[in-house]
């Protein structure tokens, strides 16, 4: 156990659920002869469920503030339809009419925001309405028809990374892609050992670095082969790369910026944090904004991925999005959950009902066996506050700091024993 907790760190609950997802990819693997880990069943997974992953880092927020959005997928309908039209019948180019899409859904999440932070109505009412509000909206205005959009859209929701280079049998901008990703987790493992030992810090042994870096390197450098092996014409998606820069973004203002640790500060402890000087109200409404925001984006991506817009666009999409970001870690009653998480638990989720379809199995089943899977992961987070624990994150994290404030403790000290 005590080689487990040096390997995992502070993230065994993150690396606990990817172990998981490893063992889930390998078990469709063998029931399907390998099916599922073939390049263009990958590139479906990502293609396919780009909305769910994207919408999913704004519902993290929101979540972990204390509340809920059930309006994302009504918001993502209104505004497929208002990209489509204005560069069908507006004359809108297609750059514009992205950049109008986006303006639509930042200003409904300002509507919604601005109902929760300064009116007062709790944001499950708030977002229910929106929910009935934005899809008659959609209908309205689409009236029951179904309207294309152009191949610069159809590119961003379902193109892949084009080839350039010498042939080498692979595609070169996904090796390229995949080195990245390789270099960048070898350096920020390098760079937070270092930290630590600038700081006088205690770090873990050598061969847990080593044997961490080595079990994530592998698993990129399978899954970079994987896409760069494609069949001619297709390689890592475009909408894999958009997904990937919004994660590293999200990730940097969950971790490193004033409003990121205000989302937590709520979430924990609401009167708390009022109490520190944070403005509630403004937390609420960026976090209701940037949600409706992302909708927006993920629309944009799906609209592409269909090629034109459809009177089912969005519907239950919350449902999948809240899913994913329970599964991924986050606490029923907020204050908790990571960027990272959601991601895994939005990939797990699209992995599962991929792997059941792949498997022929039915709609049914599929869809109760995924309500089983939320249900245990907010089973679980509810036990552990049962047995004092805030979550399973919490704790660990807890834990961190007192062991922090020990180390600190002590340097203290040790000048005064000295002098003694």
């Not at 239950?316 to 599964?327: C, K, Q, R, S, Y």
């Amino acid at each position: 156990m005590k080689a487990l907790r040096q390997f995992f760190g502070a993230n065994m609950r993150q690396y606990a659920l990817f172990g998981f997802l490893i063992v889930v990819m390998a078990f469709f693997a063998w029931q399907t002869g390998g099916r599922t880990l073939h390049s263009e069943n990958l590139q479906n997974i990502i293609i396919g469920w780009s909305y769910v992953l994207v919408m999913a880092l704004g519902m993290l927020f929101v979540i972990v503030m204390g509340q809920i959005d059930l309006a994302p997928g009504s918001v993502a309908a209104v505004v497929g339809i208002c990209l489509a039209l204005s560069i069908k019948d507006w004359g809108f180019p297609w750059w514009a009419g992205i950049l109008f899409g986006i303006a639509v859904g930042t200003a409904i999440g300002m509507w919604q925001g601005a109902w929760l932070a300064y009116i007062g109505v709790p944001g499950f009412i708030t977002t229910l309405a929106g929910q009935m509000l934005f899809r008659g909206l959609d209908q309205h205005i689409s009236n029951g028809q179904s309207v294309p959009v152009p191949p610069q859209i159809v590119k961003i929701g379902s193109g892949f990374l084009p080839d350039w280079g010498p042939h080498t049998g692979f595609n070169n901008p996904t090796l390229v892609l995949g080195v990245i990703a390789m270099l960048a987790v070898i350096y920020r493992e390098i760079r937070r050992r270092g930290k630590i030992v600038r700081g006088g810090g205690v770090v873990p042994p050598t061969w847990v670095m080593v044997a961490r870096l080595a079990t994530v390197v592998a698993a990129l450098a399978i899954l970079t082969i994987a896409f760069a092996n494609g069949r001619p014409g297709t390689s890592f998606p475009v909408a894999g790369v958009i997904i990937v820069l919004l994660v590293i973004f999200y990730h940097f203002v969950e971790t490193r910026t004033t409003i990121g640790r205000g989302v937590y500060a709520v979430g924990g402890n609401k009167a708390a944090a009022a109490l520190t000087g944070i403005n509630i109200k403004k937390v609420y409404f960026i976090a209701m904004t940037n949600m409706s925001f992302l909708a927006a984006v993920a629309a944009i991506m799906f609209v592409g991925k269909s090629g034109s817009t459809g009177l089912s666009d969005g519907n239950g999409w919350e449902l999948d999005v809240i899913a994913a970001v329970f599964v991924g870690g986050a606490a029923v009653s907020g204050g908790v959950g990571t960027v990272v998480g959601s991601v895994i638990g939005g990939l797990f989720m699209s992995i599962l009902s991929n792997g059941m379809f792949v498997l022929g199995v039915g709609s049914d089943w599929s869809a109760m066996i995924r309500g089983l899977v939320l249900l245990v992961a907010v089973a679980f987070d509810l036990y552990s506050k049962a047995q004092g624990r805030p979550s399973i994150t919490g704790a660990i994290m807890r834990g961190l700091r007192s062991r922090r404030k020990e180390t600190q403790g002590e340097e203290q000290v040790r000048p005064e024993v000295a002098k003694i």
